[in-house]
């Protein structure tokens, strides 16, 4: 009770500390120009690109219309979206924790009056921001040379529907990294785990293909899972092909994710520091 | 490279296996770990094109049992970067903390004794993996198997193991040449967004630069096509010369770009 | 002059670094990224350096001197910016693998062998990459384990070793291969006194046995003054001094420093004593809460001691020639460029 009560205490403190944390990120990760430019802009552009002649590839073979409900069009739209959300989600590179433990750099940290969560906001707020206003420019850059082809939301409601979902998804997916970099205080390596999160939560969100076009056992399975309410709902939401109803239970299945996944984040956390050495190479 | 400096190098790549035996014999759940990590890696590719195929029988003239060789060959040579090529994924970290200084000074070419250090025996876990999917999709895309198609096929893992190690040293080109800048890891993202895909989605001319000059789409279908026959022989001997030319421009671009290193301020 | 063809030779060598530079405030932070403010940092300026076969040359001068640039450039790790360094008589960034095997480097701070695993093995990698025969490899393993008596820790990781027993594995991979040219990058940092002198007197020996070129940087003039012939000081990328150590001794052999303890009742050191000293011709060069060293010509110690003893309740003191350390602060301090003795 004692620990809330201090918790709170601090709360305003850390919520202040929040924006520089926040510029302090923003000035590591601008720190390499080109770098910065390739992979906030143009990162997870390349796959939907290539992806867009393996659908026109697969149209033209068939000579149908439609693949399950969603037309070429649909599907580049489809596409679109996806490389717009996939630039809003962190990726295991957004936090070098598990490097932090193993060379023994945590120590920093834990000497600072801030709690280590308050830097770990800081970077996905700062992540967040930079990301939003890179999705943006990607959206209005294709709008511009591609109008009539470009996807537009199907409505306000629609894209502040799937602006919720992302924020609350893309939160979760940080989370599940944190988790997983922290396992760092036990194993002598996680950056394979990191990745193998990474696959399957790619094929799981339809960021590789859309869940619509998979067998309908496999779609009931992710219609569980955040990544598939982070990226594939959002989409189909923006396309029109999801309503309100959906929207809620997405909430509901995120929001749910959240919690349990702060709530291991923070358990991982406090376990693992009672194990750190503060020692490395 | 002479012969001399050629059998020194494979006594090098050995001493690199044998520490790398000794590493790993420490740290097993890194080990299974890493195993698992590929096989996922390996299924969610498998699981992307089954379902495309499941609505279609033919993407750009290839058909199913076609693709599962082309992505056999994907799995092979990205099994070789793991057993072999694992430390340049750090490279760009590496670069910036200037890392590279005491392959400088040694006796060897810098590019092998820096990008295959990390010999990794998981690695060859997965290359049994991927060689097992690899004949697998061989065995059912070709009627017989021959003592000529195994050639052809060895030869055309050979290629593929080439073709990779030459984008390897191309992405390490980029980190060198604008530095510091993690430029790399978007051409790595770039270049497996086109590997895993035929490359005759993409028009003639594109094409031709992918399989040719910037060669990414060689990492896959020019071993496959050679060994579903859609080379003749001497059209098989020109792409593999020329690739091999291509190789060696590629490393003696990536010791002109050395000058580039900066090492760290000190 | 050396009569001895050089072995590494520097001619008007410069490196020069660019810097990101950003400017203040969030809007300094967007302007720094649209448009990037570089300052150029120059690390070498003008050196000019020859070094004879089996020489020990100590190389010395404050953070950012540009020690360690130097080595880097002589070493072939990084291009100079202007001049030309040769190291066997070619160009140092363009070595030849044959000319590699005739060298070595050792940086104190940062690990050249494997670190998960034992350093034997990372021996028997460096053998193959130096192409040393088997039975020679076995002998020098062998005698150099025992020289700096870590035998029994030859089969144990690295990282678990002592700071001190990994440099000292670091050294065994560094003369494995019997090099002519070591460079030794602050070699005994971090490390204890016992392992400090026996790094120190195995470098001495390796040299006097196998006439080995030792170039060695270092912030410890025990270093420098137990091991080294010839002495470098480096001062922001300019050579401050070039030459030997006994030269150097004999410009100020005929000063001593002495160095008073003070009693707890004993009146303090203050500004207005100086012209106590000015008598003499001492000059005070440290002052500490209770003790006082000064530099005063020989031939006015004995004076100068006895004032000494009526200014202050003197506890102890000590006369010393001058350590070798205060002829340094005394370079720097003037900041005179002396002529190569």
Redesign the interface.
Known sequence: MSRARALAASLPEELHLLPYVAAYEWRKATAFRAGFVLNALLRGVPRPVVMTLVYLAMFRSTGAAEIRGYTFVDLVHFLVWTAAIQKCIPDWRSLDLAEQIFDGYVTKYLVMPVSYFTLLWGRFLQFTAVQLLAAAAFWCAGALVLHSWWPQPVSAVALAQAATLLALGTGCYLLTYFILNCLAFWLDVVWSLLNMFMFVAAFMSGMLVPVALMPRAVRGVLEVTFPYWTVNAPVELLLGRLGPADFRFGLAVLATSFVALHGLAFVTWRRGLRRYAGVGT | MSAN?FV?HL??A???A??GV??KS??R??FW??V??DC??Y??HV??FE??Y???????GWNREQFRVLLGFLFVSDAFMMVWLGQMWRFWRDLKDG????F?????ATLF?YGFQQFSVEGCVNMAVAMTYLAYGIGRACEHVTLGLVLVTLIAVAVSWWVRTILVTFYGLVDLW?L????G??VN??IH??AD?PA???GARVRTFLLYILPVGALTQVPAGMVLGRYTPLGAVVAVGWLGMLGVGMFAAWNRGF?R???A?? | MSIHPSILECRSVGKVYSAQVRGAGTLGILRGFVRRQVREHVALANIDLAVAPGEIVGLIGANGAGKTTLVKCLTGIIPASSGRCELFGHDAFALTRADKRRLSLVMGQRSQLWWDIPAIDSFRLLREIYQVDAARFERRVREQAERLDVTDRLQVQLRQLSLGERMKMEIIGAFLHDPEVVFLDEPTIGLDLLSQETIRTFLREVNRERRTTVILTSHDMADIEETCDRLVILEAGRILFDGDLVGLRRRFVGRRAVEVHLEANSRPWSAELDGELERFGAVLVREAPRALTFEVDAEHCQPFIQHLFDLFQVRDLAVERQPLENLIREIFRTGELVEAS
Do not use: N, T
Request: proline share 2%; with cysteine.
């Open positions: 400096a020194q006594r090098i050995g001493q690199y044998r520490i000794i590493r420490q740290f759940v890194e770990s890493q698992v990590m996922c890696w299924a969610s699981a992307v379902v495309l499941a609505h279609v029988d033919d993407i750009a890392k590279l200084d005491s400088r000074v040694r006796p060897g004794l604008l510091g800048s993690d430029a890891q978007f993202e770039a967004a086109v895909r005759d989605v993409f000058r290193y900066e090492s301020m000190g």
